[in-house]
């Protein structure tokens, strides 16, 4: 509405510099503005001490800081949190932080709701609602920053380490939101984190992947599920449209990868569907030439799927036939389960944003919301 406030979180070095020149404010000013904003995470004009009062006080009467409003925070006996966030239209979306012993990754998503309708995803049953923007990316990270503390940017180690674009929605339907949202996101002056820590996940949308991997460098990950067209149309519908052949094409020739960044292929495992041996001997000769690992996912169950997930025997010995012939593949262990935070459950029930453009309330029982997690 006129007159509201500019929302500073997920503007890049461009806006920032806009920003302060606004105002009348010296080019140096957006670089001060950047590393409070970025590096120490502030969300209080009066925080920034290296600024005059008088110049806290027009930032403060023109801009804002501001994250995701939080619906519900939720937290696994595992120590996964997962939050349900709502953005000013009434659309949710859900963001989930999986910890390990010292380290951890935070799963963002890209869009709310979902267009490719894998029958094997709890996602997939939403439709796509809207794309979100990178300010609604960028809030998601900085918002799990401020739930754990992690500000300033800490030159060592830290908790929140990972970024896996692997929530809600195809992140390469989203590419420019995407892409302005990691740059920012890996900018050394400011929330730094490494391209090599960030991994960008896609069902295959083959005439993105070059572009990623070129302007951006984070690493890939690939939902695979099948090793034949006939399957994974089924699971995958994107494969009508872009199948194998393509698909593997465009991963021997994604920019960066080599041994020491495999391109992950993400496969769930799915009882009597894609499990048999024959079913891991055919991966093994598709992705042959790729740098490549695997992922296996125990299927995680939910309400409504068609579905079941493999038995612990088939998934072990799915695992030592691609161990076998040289290809890592590690069974993920399921995270968050009690709170429906495992791979594949994430939904949220955003209704669609009618013409009129009313606030359209989000309907999301916190009991049937869950987010993906690698």
Known sequence: ?????????????????????EIGEKPFRAKQ??????????????????????LRARLAERFEIRRPAVTTVQTSQDRSRKWLLRFDDGNE??????????????????QVGCTLKCS?????TQVLVRNLTAPEIVGQLMLARDSYGEWPSPGGDRLLSNIVLM????????YEAVAKALRIVMDNEGIAISKRRITLSTAGLVPLMRRCGEELGVNLAVSLHAARDDLRDELVPLNRKYPLAELMAACRDYPGANNARRITFEYV?????????????????????IPAK????PFNKWPGAAYECSP????????????????????RVPRGRDILAACGQLKSESERVRKSGRDTRSVAAVDESSATMP
């Open 1 to 21: 509405m006129d007159g509201a406030r500019r929302n500073l979180v997920g503007l890049d070095r461009g806006e920032f510099a806009a920003a302060v020149a």
């Open 33 to 54: 503005l950047w590393h409070w904003v970025y590096h120490q995470g502030a969300t209080d004009f009066e925080a920034m001490t290296t600024m005059a009062k008088p």
């Open 93 to 110: 979306v859900e963001t989930v932080f999986i910890p390990e012993e010292d380290r951890g990754a935070l799963c963002v998503s890209s």
């Open 120 to 124: 094997f995803c709890h996602t997939g």
């Open 167 to 174: 929530g809600m929605g195809e992140p390469l339907y989203n």
């Open 269 to 289: 495992m799915l009882k009597g569907v894609n499990d048999s041996p024959a079913d891991a001997r055919q991966l093994v000769r598709l992705v042959q030439g």
């Open 294 to 297: 695997f992922n296996l996912i």
């Open 312 to 331: 612990a025997p088939a998934i072990q010995k799915f695992s030592a036939i691609l161990n076998e012939n040289g290809l890592s593949a590690p069974i």
